[in-house]
């Protein structure tokens, strides 16, 4: 098969930019797809970030410490960026003016107004595609509910549930970073760094809240700066924001939590979908598994735990038999994202990556969901502004 091949420059050569390059690596898993990235630029404000691109990716031909001398490579097609949320603004507008598609990391801009000059940058440029990395909805379970949502198999929803966990910071003594600060991460802390994910689906389904009432939490209050210090932290550990959705045909409550200390859950993503003719969830904690319980009238209330075959968005070599995981994930929304980059509208399945709309409600929301947790009280949310 003859592949259009994608010419990707990498802004932030940390982890998540190794997780793209990594994928890249791994394209020939994929079948029936006529798109390739090949990532031929890496750009690092440290110089010895790319070491490990040049070390491991043949394709790459160019290193750069300033993203605007990457920008300006007119071999570039696209770009992948994941840098602090205090760069977000400055360098996604620079990327768009470019003119080059993009892939960026949440939230898309430190608060909401770095969040509405790149929305307008976006605007100014409506050829260049633009979306927001959010991997965990290509799960094959989670895949399985949003075609349950789509076939409005839920009858009445009584309720839903999101959730984005970690464990990671749950010891005092891990060394502090960039998202413990505000100046780097961010007021919104956990929401900001965690929340794209958890309103990845709700947007997608049109599921906008009309009101908010937020309850954050700071665990670990300071935090060793790896130099014999201690530092304090200034951003929230926990969120977990209360909201009442209004769709118009239904009214239902819906719980979003994101968080950074939770025991026991190591990178554990989540929805729960209740309702009075269908309910599901599915929990990447159990990542073959999906949880229904269909409901006749009168009939036996009981869930059906059914094993998901590695049936993903996009095909692959792996038999229906073996375990998705995360890397599969990734690699699914880069295979999202390049289809897209070449089909525009007539991909080769529906689910495209998070939208820069759904970007900016998460703002929406956690800008009412800061200030709920100011006053205590519930925050309404006025979507036509």
């Known amino acids: 098969m003859q592949k259009k091949i994608i010419r990707f420059g990498v802004i932030g050569c940390g982890l998540m930019g190794k997780e793209f390059a990594s994928s890249a690596a791994r394209w020939c898993h994929l079948t029936h797809i006529d798109s390739e990235p090949r990532i031929v630029a890496v750009c690092d404000a440290n110089p010895a970030a790319t070491g490990w691109f040049q070390d491991n990716l043949a394709s790459v031909e160019a290193t750069y410490t300033d993203y605007k001398e990457m920008l300006a490579n007119p071999t570039i097609d696209a770009i992948y960026c994941a840098v602090p949320h205090n760069l977000h603004a400055e360098i996604y507008i620079d990327i768009i003016e470019s003119g080059k598609h993009l892939l960026g990391e949440k939230p898309f801009g430190i608060d909401q107004a770095a969040n509405k000059l ?5 605007d100014r440029n409506p050829h260049v595609i633009v979306r927001c990395s959010s991997e965990f909805p290509f799960f094959p379970g989670v895949q399985q509910i ?27 003594t891990k060394t502090i970073n960039w998202k413990r600060r505000i100046a780097t991460n961010g007021e919104y802390g956990c929401m900001g760094d965690l929340g794209m994910h958890v309103l990845h689906l709700p947007m997608r389904f049109g599921w906008k809240p009309n009101s908010v009432r937020a309850l954050l939490s700071k665990i670990v209050r300071e935090r060793p700066d790896g130099k014999g210090e201690m530092v304090p932290c200034e951003t929230w550990d926990n969120a977990i924001l209360a909201c009442e959705v209004d769709t118009g045909d239904q009214q239902f409550p819906m719980v979003l939590s994101t968080k950074r200390i939770a025991p026991g859950h190591a990178n554990t993503w989540f929805i729960r979908i209740m309702g009075t003719e269908f309910s599901a969830e599915f929990t990447t904690k159990n990542p073959k598994q999906v949880r229904s319980l269909p409901y006749k009238t009168g009939g036996v209330q009981s869930w059906h735990i059914t094993d998901t075959p590695y049936k993903s968005a996009y095909e692959t070599l792996t038999g ?5 995981g995360f890397s599969d994930s990734i690699l699914q929304m880069w295979a999202a994202f390049c289809d897209e980059l070449t089909h525009r509208s007539k991909m080769a399945q529906p689910f495209h990556c998070a939208t820069p709309e759904e970007a900016a409600s998460s703002h929406h929301i956690f800008t009412a969901a800061l200030e709920s947790n100011r006053t205590g009280q519930t925050i309404s949310l006025h979507w036509e502004e």
């Open 320 to 324: 229906g038999i073996f375990e998705f």
């Open 118 to 122: 790149i929305m307008e940058a976006i």
């Open 146 to 172: 949003v075609g349950w949502v789509g076939e409005n198999k839920f009858g009445k929803i009584i309720e839903v549930e999101a959730g984005f966990w970690h464990s990671s910071d749950l010891d005092p």
